[in-house]
């Protein structure tokens, strides 16, 4: 038996809510064994699950993660505990294998104080009490290696996918020729470097930014830089956006621009190009978007200019890129590689 604890899924899902319930629905279609342990059945559908606590969803903030690591504390059990996200329980009695998908916390720690905490005094302490790392890139893979001094045996890389019922081409949806537009999606902190795309539109006074999914503080930092450098008028932020919704935002996009500073994969590249939207962005998503999309440099606005201006000519050889590339990625495959590893435990 393997106990599959999804905590982190909700009903308003993010980059490793998403994960987890594609990894988990695939894991579902191959093994029978499978216990869901979440607070959210009704996002999976499996046979057995096993009801957690509501107040430890993501849902309600900060709090419901140091909720979530105190009862995760209370699993006793001797079989395979298998978790989509960072973290341990010390009491359990059988094999763990836990899911590492970047190190952000500790490559960017200004940003994420507490999470910091997390991988230099819990993660890595009682890192021994892993039997198997879960990672979605190669470069996630070598940052782990560094940091918490495991063998390479220890760490297998599953490259994530994306919904292909969700993000496909959408009949008689086509960009916005009017108003075209650059889109951001997820860009909640100050590493997603909305800046530099901000600072170029300076020289493609034509384009308006859509940024999706930020926070409300960066969202404020964004319209303060706009407003200095004279381009308001070219700017929209939105908070959470159903993914229903997202599809449509690609397909009326120009391109997706993706500047982050680092990104364990990048799943919006794949979204992207699975809609038809072209993408522009930064070495940290090169594992995700190969060599089906265009690159700039993360603190030079003039590069992001020469990629668009690039782009207005040769946006349907990029198009086509995309939609080859993304015929290498599945949850199924993902789900098959990760299997791969509970084979060896359970």
Known sequence: MILADALIADNRPLGIGVYTINVLRELLKIREDIVVLTHTPELFKAKHFLKAPTNVSPEFGKWAALRRLLYIQTLRGKSTLYRTYHSISLFWNGPQIITIHDLQPILIPDKYREQRWLYLFFLKPFIGRVQHIITVSERSKADILEFFKVGPDKVTVAYPSYDSQLYHPIPGVFPDTDRPYLLMVGARYRYKNAEVVLKALLKLPRYRLIVVGTSESYGKELLALANELGVTSQLEIHGY???????????????????????????????????????????????????????????????????????????EKYVKKGFERIKRFSWKATAERINEVLQRFA
Request: hydrophobic share 45%.
């Open 241 to 315: 956006v159903p993914r229903e919704e997202l599809p449509f935002l690609y397909a009326r996009a120009f391109a997706l621009v993706f500047p982050s500073q680092y990104e364990g994969f990048g799943l919006p590249v794949l979204e992207a190009m699975a809609v038809g939207c072209p993408v522009i962005g930064t070495d940290a998503v090169a594992e995700a978007g190969g060599d089906a999309i265009l690159y700039a440099v993360k603190d030079d606005p003039d590069s992001w200019v020469e990629a668009v201006g690039r782009l207005e000519s040769e946006r």
